[in-house]
T-cell receptor, first 115, second 111 residues
Framework: NAGVTQTPKFQVLKTGQSMTLQCAQDMNHNSMYWYRQDPGMGLRLIYYSASEGTTDKGEVPNGYNVSRLNKREFSLRLESAAPSQTSVYFC??????????????FGPGTRLLVL | KNQVEQSPQSLIILEGKNCTLQCNYTVSPFSNLRWYKQDTGRGPVSLTIMTFSENTKSNGRYTATLDADTKQSSLHITASQLSDSASYICVVTSNAGKSTFGDGTTLTVKP
């Protein structure tokens, strides 16, 4: 069991470039999440997917899009990267809906620098 | 607005010493509170979860307490080890299913 995996580990983009962050989990979890973590700040929810086929906005969705490709995979896309999107991005999953306040299992993170 | 405030922001202790981290919240109505440990360069890992009716819960050398009346929680680490150096994040979830993350306490354990 790899748990939650994320690719790439590191990425440098120029302002205006686009990219997709990939996330996959092998725990048969229903719910998946994308967070960003900035220095000295708590994790902030960007988007989440309570189950396959559904996605919902979190606290800071502007500038991002997501796709729940199947039960295992949940991708995060930056259409036109901005320096304000420089951050560490974490993907997480939980067995069921976040409304239950379940334990979330986090991936190792993707460090993104936008110049 | 639901808030979760953690203190201190950072803490340095010597190996073998005990320490206590604090978490105060205004989240209401309360569902549960979790403590996560985040090692540098890694994703957070859950340490413990506490529901409304629980006052104390232990996980090895980690003991979490909850006072739902005063909306305070603490995480006590006993006989600290170098591997305890990490950020500790308090997360409070409301009955509506919204989770609010604290900014974390960065603990450094020195030999």
């Amino acid at each position: 069991n790899a748990g939650v995996t994320q690719t790439p580990k590191f990425q440098v983009l120029k302002t205006g470039q686009s990219m997709t962050l990939q996330c996959a989990q092998d725990m048969n979890h229903n719910s998946m999440y994308w967070y960003r973590q900035d220095p000295g700040m708590g994790l902030r929810l960007i988007y989440y997917s309570a189950s396959e086929g559904t996605t919902d906005k979190g606290e800071v969705p502007n500038g991002y899009n997501v796709s729940r490709l199947n039960k295992r995979e949940f991708s995060l896309r930056l259409e036109s990267a901005a320096p304000s999107q420089t951050s560490v991005y974490f993907c997480a999953s939980s067995p069921n809906d976040r409304g239950l306040g379940e334990t979330q299992y986090f991936g190792p993170g993707t460090r993104l620098l936008v110049l | 607005k639901n808030q979760v405030e953690q203190s201190p922001q950072s803490l340095i202790i010597l190996e073998g010493k005990n320490c206590t981290l604090q978490c105060n919240y205004t989240v209401s109505p309360f569902s549960n509170l979790r403590w996560y440990k985040q090692d540098t360069g890694r994703g957070p890992v859950s340490l413990t979860i506490m529901t409304f009716s629980e006052n104390t819960k232990s996980n090895g050398r980690y003991t979490a307490t909850l006072d739902a009346d005063t909306k305070q929680s603490s995480l006590h680490i006993t006989a600290s080890q170098l591997s305890d150096s990490a950020s500790y994040i308090c997360v409070v979830t409301s009955n509506a299913g919204k989770s609010t993350f604290g900014d974390g306490t960065t603990l450094t354990v020195k030999p």
